[in-house]
């Protein structure tokens, strides 16, 4: 019994040849414009052409262009890297597809074809289409080099965030009414359904299926229900930042927007303190990754947020009303001034080890400073009003000294 990244097999990794097995997600392009494919083993061939048992995740990397969907069973012929533990692909068929995987690629497709138009591949549309459908028709995809440097290649990646603007706006167009959140649930699925069931999108939707419950209740069950029906997408290591951030989100955030609000005004400082939670949590994981972690994303990250999300609605307007001089306008804005916040971010310098440290020190202590601080405040305020009721006993009712309205604190 052998195992190697996630993938057990019954023989030795240099003896295998052929692997078959289930596309896990949609292929992407890795940065030296290689195919990446995430499949789920079912069968391994040896040299002696013997097939055999094997279960678990292998990443597939193939140098010409193929696009291949989730959920298609595949064939690949090839030989695992003794050094990386990844399929370097030599040739790849397609077995079988389902008529789910041929629905999602004549949708993408049309997608595609309609946001994309008949002018070429702008950058400015690619983005678009990469948050509408998760794919991008280019390896050379200037934007998310750049968001990688400046620590926010997050927010380009299919998450709750688009979920939830995209719930918010059904939210937003039907009222509020008794209905909303259910049309607001089928657009979500809908959504879900063209990008392909990524980790980080089952997680978002388990939690929006579950909207009206307690906020730690949610949690709970979006973990059980992800761990028993999507087994292997609950270590998926984006899955893992995904969650580590929501718990962040729900624990530490009120905490550090509290802190903030005697500074910034209170949406501000509810954006800025979700940033400054997500990135203290996340920096120890980007740091064991990649060596370093980025400080400009805490104020890139919610500005790239509101570019991001017209850049979607530029996308949606295209498929509804075609690709037009507007449509064309409201894309072409949002990946400049993107683009922009992107470039200024990544000038500053990452931070190692060392500067996570004083970083957290300073956050904490500037949390537990303006904590007591509020406790004295609250107490203060607390005597005053004891003060008025018990002049209110003794009948100063009628003293417009004592209303409420008239006490500055």
């Known amino acids: 019994m052998h195992v190697r990244n996630n993938l057990v097999m019954s023989l030795n990794c240099s003896d295998v040849k052929i692997v078959y097995g289930k596309v896990f997600s949609d292929s992407t392009y890795s940065s030296s414009g290689n195919t990446v494919t995430t499949v789920l083993i079912s069968n391994v061939e040896n040299i002696r052409k013997d097939i055999l048992s094997a279960s678990g995740l292998i990443t597939l990397v193939r140098k010409e262009d193929v696009t291949l969907t989730c959920g298609c069973m595949i064939k690949a012929e090839g030989f695992i890297s003794e050094d990386s533990g990844l399929f370097i692909c030599e040739n790849i068929s397609v077995i079988d597809k389902n008529w789910i995987n041929q629905l999602r690629e004549k949708i993408i497709f049309l997608i595609t074809k309609r946001v994309l138009g008949d002018s070429g591949k702008k950058d400015a549309r690619l983005l678009s289409l990469l948050l509408m459908t998760g794919r991008v028709e280019s390896s050379d995809f200037k934007i998310k080099e750049l968001a990688f440097q400046c620590g926010c290649l997050h927010i380009l990646a ?50 929006f299926c579950f909207f009206k419950l307690d906020k730690h209740l949610r949690l709970f069950l979006t973990v059980l229900i992800q761990t028993v029906l999507f087994p292997y997408s609950i270590s998926n ?11 962040a989100l729900v624990v530490y955030a009120p905490y550090v927007s509290s802190a903030l609000c005697f500074f910034l005004p209170k949406k501000i400082s509810n954006i800025i303190g979700a940033s400054i939670t997500v990135l203290l949590v996340n920096a120890p994981i980007q740091i064991i990754v990649d060596g370093a972690w980025a400080i400009s994303s805490i104020l890139a990250a919610p500005i790239s947020v509101l570019f991001v999300v017209f850049s979607m609605i530029g996308g949606f307007l295209t498929l509804i009303f075609g690709l037009n001089l507007i449509t064309d306008k409201v894309m072409s804005v949002s990946y400049i001034l993107l683009e922009k916040t992107f470039s200024t971010a990544s000038v500053i310098p990452k931070m190692h080890v060392l500067g996570y440290i004083v970083f957290l020190v300073i956050s904490l202590l500037l949390i537990l400073v303006i904590k007591i601080y509020s406790k004295r405040v609250r107490k203060h305020a607390e005597h005053i009003l004891s003060n008025i009721h018990f002049l209110e006993k003794k009948g100063g009712q009628d003293d417009p000294l004592l209303d409420l309205k008239y006490v500055e604190f």
């Open 237 to 247: 290591l984006g899955n893992v930042y995904g969650y580590i951030s929501v718990v």
């Open 158 to 207: 299919l998450s709750g965030m688009h979920l939830n603007f995209i719930s918010s706006f059904i939210r937003t167009v039907t009222g509020k009414k008794k209905y909303s959140f259910f049309f607001a649930l089928v657009f979500d699925f809908i959504f879900v359904f063209i990008a392909g069931p990524r980790p980080s999108l089952i997680r978002a939707f388990i939690l």
